[in-house]
């Protein structure tokens, strides 16, 4: 029958084999360790270190006090296997093997999860650096509109025409005479004005903040999530909305 300080270390020397990267030497209640805080455990603790079946592989500092992490050594296996049965070390490994992977799984979700953010503030951004260039060229799109003229606006791309305009209200006015039971997705009306009117993405967002400020048509919000927002360059940022379907006002 092993004593009381060779039972502790076999036990000890059976958590690190499953953590070869290093395990603290003495744990706290959140955060387990190689052995307790007792008196007994500090003294397995030193006899393991000193008979060199564990190595300090570092030291990490947590306020005042500095902690132990050790690492299994070869001599250290050699003892675990002489003590404890083939079968009970590997029995430890694989539950240290499904510990990781369940851990992985978490990583690979929030990885996941981290990328539909980054692809929801980068349409955002879009929308609103879209939004920035056109309103700091207000003046000259409204002057445009009024001399039937066509200067460059922010990007080099000419203002709208006002027959850019009667073909989104056209458009809209045959959408809602068709009895579609959705307001009409952007991507669709820029698809069915852009052959008619000869416009630009950005002339399309341009004619339909226009007609939106002259109260003829409703811009309606993309209420799903952003990072399952189809064919984005077509959304509008309107107030702090995304806009992404257009109806006609009665």
Known sequence: MADKSTQLIVAA???AVADPAGVPLHGTKSAPGLFAATAPARQAAQRAKDDQFLQVVRTE????????????????????????????????????????QTQLAGLVDAVRQTQGSLQSFQTIAANVLQAVNTKSDIGALYSAWASKSAP???????????????????ILAQWQASG?????????????????????????HDALRRLHEQAQIYLHPWTGPLSELPAPPYALLVGHEIAYYASIRK
Do not use: W
């Open 13 to 15: 020397l059976s958590r």
């Open 61 to 100: 500092t947590h306020g005042k006090n500095a902690q132990e992490i050790c690492a299994l050594t070869e001599k250290g296996m050699t003892y675990l296997l002489g003590q404890a049965s083939p079968k009970q070390v590997l029995e430890e490994l694989v539950r240290a093997l499904d510990a990781k």
């Open 152 to 170: 460059a606006v922010g990007n080099g791309k000419p203002a709208p025409e006002p027959n850019s305009f009667q073909a989104i209200l056209a």
């Open 180 to 204: 579609a039971t959705e307001d009409c997705p952007l991507p669709e009306l820029f698809r069915r004005a852009q052959p008619a009117a000869a416009l630009t993405i950005g002339q399309f």
